[in-house]
């Protein structure tokens, strides 16, 4: 594992590591493949990476791609680069129909395998199961919720045997981002160097001068014990760096002991220092602005370096900080009925990505990987999921209805838990039949303080997933208008009740 590839908070922990792999023992009867064929011993070598795939084709294919069979009728009145990418584009597809036809005729098993709905899902379980300890764990989740937001396609009459939970799904959805961007950082180095750190020697130094600048910009922004366990972990690179001409030579480094950056910040440092000398005789209030204004340009420049550009305020990331907050003020709001924000999930790419989130429109076109088609969040563009969000049911409950949904917040007694075996539940049943009765009017008291609480809950986890598509934790999401719908409408449709998994996940109240 290199020290620039992405690593899950948890990959560490044991326990979440054996909370996984429960989940995956108590799915996996329900989803492998009923057909004999596809279930029977095979030698197979898939050659498996920390990284998604969709298939397993020859090199030379590049699945990435948008099939197109043919080029675009404008293509001679198109620039140079773009007809570059058309032609690839148009030869790729090609390639990839014949190859699939081929196979469907050659080798009429692997193609089945191939086009089994689930076969990606399924594939990958299979791959990252027993890679969890090398660095596969997020991957490893994020297939497990996926089988789980997908159960009603695997044509099964049982319940999914693991739920979940909606800040388990917001959690693992704050690291969607980072864990794409890093796939898209070894894509971009392919050919160059791989995510385990193969280069090969006619690449090594192009390899050597992209990890030099990769420790420079990780130095700069790491702190403490983080940055001491970098600089070890990384501190070979100086050597290489130095020693390129002679790869055999270790000893030698040329970094030198200030970096152009470390050169700004002092005189930055010394401005200060100036205008505070300036500044300390017979002081005018127009003195005390051209100071104050000064000291603000310095600490925006400091904080600038400091971040390696990231931010002018030393990471504080309120709303009047974003360009693109101030850019949203200017534009103006816009306003989509639920019929128009359909036309806003990624499958135009000439359109933006649009979500709503209890009638609030958040643009995230700056993950098409996660939202646009073919992402790992993809149903959530072009609708508004606000009880999805919550329940953590995607495939039934994406929807703007929230009704009734506090009710997953509220407890239950033990012997009403769902998915109780006969013998638990009489032995709750045992101990209620000697629990204290309350009175109706403590009854009543009781529901109205537990209806308070979990109304509060529903509206701090919708916060928590509004902070994330503001920008406030740092996602370069924005906000971008409302949905727009007729008085009434919600009395229109009719109420529904709990997910399954939500009502399974209700808390068990607690009695002294």
Request: proline residues 6%.
């Given at each position: ?131 969890t300890w090398d660095n596969c764990l997020f991957p490893f989740e994020e ?157 925006c420049g400091l904080s600038y370096l400091s971040t390696s550009g990231e ?71 072009g609708r508004d999921a606000a009880r999805a969000f919550l329940t953590g ?120």
């Amino acid at each position: 594992m290199t020290p620039w590839q992405y690593t899950s908070p948890q990959q560490e922990s044991p326990e979440a590591h054996t909370a996984l792999l429960e989940k995956f023992l108590a799915v996996i009867p329900y989803i492998t493949p009923k057909d004999p064929e596809l279930t029977s011993p095979r030698l197979w070598h898939p050659d498996f990476h920390a990284v998604f795939i969709e298939a397993n084709p020859p090199l030379l294919l590049d699945y990435g791609v948008d099939m197109l069979m043919k080029l675009p009728e404008n293509f001679k009145a198109l620039d140079d680069a773009t007809k570059e990418k058309l032609r690839y584009q148009v030869s790729q597809s090609i390639l990839i129909h014949k190859y699939e036809t081929l196979t469907a005729e050659k080798n009429p098993l692997m193609y089945k395998a191939m086009r089994h709905p689930h076969g990606k899902t399924l594939k990958q379980l299979e791959a990252f199961v027993g890679s969890t300890w090398d660095n596969c764990l997020f991957p490893f989740e994020e297939c497990l919720v996926r089988v789980e937001s997908e159960w009603s396609y695997f044509g099964t009459n049982e319940p999914c045997p693991y739920h979940f939970s909606a800040e388990e799904i917001r959690q693992h959805y704050e690291e969607v981002e980072s864990f794409n961007k890093s796939q898209e950082f070894w894509k971009a180095l392919q050919g160059i160097l791989t995510d385990e750190g193969y280069a090969s020697k006619e690449s090594f130094s192009k390899a050597v001068e992209i990890l030099g600048d990769l420790r420079e910009v990780g130095l700069g922004n790491l702190k403490g014990e983080e940055r001491r366990s970098f600089d070890e972990e990384t501190r070979w690179v100086r050597y290489r760096g130095a020693a390129k001409d002679d790869p055999t030579d270790m000893k030698t480094s040329s970094i030198p002991p200030t970096s152009t950056g470390a050169k700004e910040k002092t005189e930055l440092k010394e401005a200060v220092k100036e205008q505070a000398a300036a500044t300390s005789n017979g002081l005018s209030v127009l003195d005390i602005l051209r100071v104050l204004a000064g000291l603000l340009i310095v600490s925006c420049g400091l904080s600038y370096l400091s971040t390696s550009g990231e931010s002018l305020t030393w990471g504080y990331n309120a709303w009047w900080t974003r360009a693109r907050e101030w850019k949203s003020l200017i534009q103006g709001e816009i306003s989509l009925t639920d019929a128009e924000l359909a036309l806003y999930d990624g499958s135009d790419p000439k359109k933006p990505i649009y979500l709503a989130l209890n009638g609030t429109i958040y643009d995230v076109s700056i993950s098409p990987s996660t939202y646009g088609p073919g992402g790992s969040y993809h149903f959530f563009a072009g609708r508004d999921a606000a009880r999805a969000f919550l329940t953590g049911c995607f495939a039934e409950d994406s929807v703007p209805d929230l009704r009734g949904v506090e009710q997953m917040y509220m407890p239950v007694d033990p012997e009403d838990k769902t998915g109780l075996k006969p013998e638990e539940r009489e032995k709750e049943l045992e101990k209620a039949r000697t629990r204290k009765k309350l009175t109706k009017g403590e009854l009543k008291n009781r529901h109205a303080q537990e209806v308070k609480s979990a109304r509060k809950q529903v509206v701090a986890g919708l916060e928590s997933w509004h902070k994330l598509f503001r920008g406030d934790k740092g996602k370069k999401y924005r906000r971008v208008g409302t949905v727009r719908r007729e008085e009434g409408w919600l009395e229109k449709i009719p109420k529904r009740g709990l997910c399954e998994n939500a009502e399974k996940g209700r808390p068990v109240r607690k009695y002294e």
